[in-house]
């Protein structure tokens, strides 16, 4: 159980379009979802958490406005980079609290073009 | 201030030998998880093992076992038998409070390459 379904695996997009990724927990009711990103040779940087039904809390150095993250039910949180830049491309990586531990999706490679 | 500290960019170990990973904390919450995760050149986070701070044994999960020295604020990853696949990074991870609802922070990861 508690399965974190991540899409898309990987995406190529060109500079200034959007991009969304989807995070779905497919057996469980994530209340609360982190969303990481992760430079290459690099570790997992906490970018945001976001909580049903209320604002995603940032963390510093993180622009909110080019990272809209979207937790609308409980088994739904999505991140949209928007205007994406070159220096955009990342692996981003979603993860759920469940029980005493964390599940993790498969993570999303962002390449911008 | 680093929260977790990994000083091994890279090791490299026998195939068949054991390899012991470290990791350093530091916080002062006295309710707090440690976590090791494992993660191939694909991406994934693959959970290896987890000790809470009251445990009173060190935690042990098939080939991984954790030697934890609370004193030490230390929580070093022990691989026995290593495997070809066992290669990959190596995170540690704290959670500071018992609430499930705090996200996890990593250390800089070591790579493992294990050699035939």
């Known amino acids: 159980g508690a399965v974190v379904s991540q899409h898309p695996s990987w995406v190529i997009c060109k500079s200034g379009t959007s991009v969304k990724i989807e995070c779905r927990s497919l057996d469980f009711q994530a209340t609360t979802m982190f969303w990481y990103r992760q430079f290459p040779k690099q570790s997992l940087m906490l970018m945001a958490t976001?909580?049903?039904?209320?604002?995603?809390?940032?963390e510093q150095g993180v622009e909110k406005d080019k990272f809209l993250i979207n937790h609308a039910s409980l088994t739904l949180s999505t991140l949209t980079v928007t205007s994406a830049h070159p220096e955009d491309s990342s692996f981003y990586i979603c993860?759920?609290?469940?029980?005493?531990?964390?599940?993790f999706g498969s993570g999303t490679r962002l390449t911008v073009v | 201030a680093q929260k977790i500290t990994q000083t091994q960019p890279g090791m490299f170990v026998q195939e068949k030998e054991a390899v012991t990973l470290d990791c350093t904390y530091d916080t002062s919450d006295p309710s707090y998880g440690l976590f090791w995760y494992k993660q191939p050149s694909s991406g994934e986070m693959i959970f290896l093992i987890y000790q809470g701070s009251y445990d009173q044994q060190n935690a042990t999960e098939g080939r991984y076992s954790l030697n934890f020295q609370k004193a030490r604020k230390s929580a070093n990853l022990v691989i026995s038998a290593s495997q070809l696949g066992d290669s990959a990074m190596y995170f540690c991870?704290?959670?500071?409070?018992?609430?499930?609802?705090?996200?996890?922070?990593f250390g800089k990861g070591t790579r493992l390459s294990v050699i035939a």
């Open positions: 976001s909580n049903e039904g209320s604002k995603a809390t940032y």
């Open positions: 991870a704290m959670r500071e409070v018992p609430s499930g609802n705090t996200p996890l922070v």
């Open positions: 993860s759920a609290s469940y029980g005493t531990g964390y599940t």
